[in-house]
């Protein structure tokens, strides 16, 4: 049994279906689009523009030109760090590093519900399982690999509601941690 059947025999709950990732999602390159805002891709936070953080210390190039643009809704993922959960749906229209892999969505499931399952824990691990490289800090995501991953999908209104409890959890832990500062 390969990685990817494990990951389905063992993670997937009853009643769900299982997609593979290529039929939700299409990777697109638009470049040229100089004027847009620039976006990174956080662990922490998803998809943000850069100008939001002062912690991000990477250099943009002088020469904007072949950086991707993406929608909202698009899934945005850093190769080199999707193991640690750099990858994510955005909330903006913007550009991203040519670095990055852009995907434009393919289906009518729920884009937030996506956000939170494909950072979720179990997929990050997965990531980690079928990124390539010599060392950690070098782990490359390829877009072959992730575009062959099983998506679990519960359905649409399930999708709802699942995204819809985490963002009132969420919410509600960042008052929490609001009030002791």
Same mark, same amino acid.
């Given at each position: 049994m390969n990685i990817l $059947?494990?990951?389905? *025999?063992?993670?997937? =709950?009853?009643? !769900? %279906?299982?997609?593979?990732? !290529?039929?939700?999602?299409?990777?697109?390159?638009? *470049?040229?689009? %100089?004027?847009?805002?620039? #976006?990174?891709?956080y662990r922490d936070?998803?998809?943000? =523009?850069?100008?939001?953080?002062d912690d991000n210390h990477n250099k943009e190039s002088e020469d904007l030109s072949n950086y991707q643009l993406v929608d909202k809704g698009w899934l945005? %993922?850093?190769?080199?760090?999707? !193991?640690?959960?750099?990858?994510?749906?955005?909330? +903006?229209?913007g550009i991203v590093s040519p670095a990055y892999y852009a995907y434009k969505p393919l289906s009518n499931e729920h884009d937030q519900f996506l956000h939170y399952l494909l950072r979720s824990s179990n997929y990050i691990a997965l990531y980690g399982r079928i990124s390539?490289?010599?060392?950690?800090? $070098?782990w490359d995501l390829e877009h072959e690999a992730l575009r062959n991953i099983p998506i679990l999908l519960p359905q649409y209104k399930a999708q709802k509601e699942?995204?819809?409890?985490?963002?009132?959890? #969420?919410?509600?832990?960042? $008052?929490?941690?609001?009030? #002791? +500062?």
């Open positions: $059947q494990k990951f389905i *025999t063992d993670k997937t =709950p009853e009643g !769900w %279906t299982t997609r593979p990732f !290529w039929s939700l999602f299409q990777r697109i390159k638009r *470049t040229g689009f %100089t004027d847009e805002e620039l #976006l990174s891709v936070f998803g998809v943000i =523009p850069k100008s939001s953080r945005v %993922t850093n190769k080199m760090k999707a !193991w640690q959960g750099s990858i994510a749906i955005s909330r +903006y229209r390539k490289g010599v060392r950690v800090n $070098q699942i995204a819809d409890f985490l963002d009132q959890e #969420l919410a509600r832990i960042d $008052q929490l941690i609001k009030g #002791l +500062y």
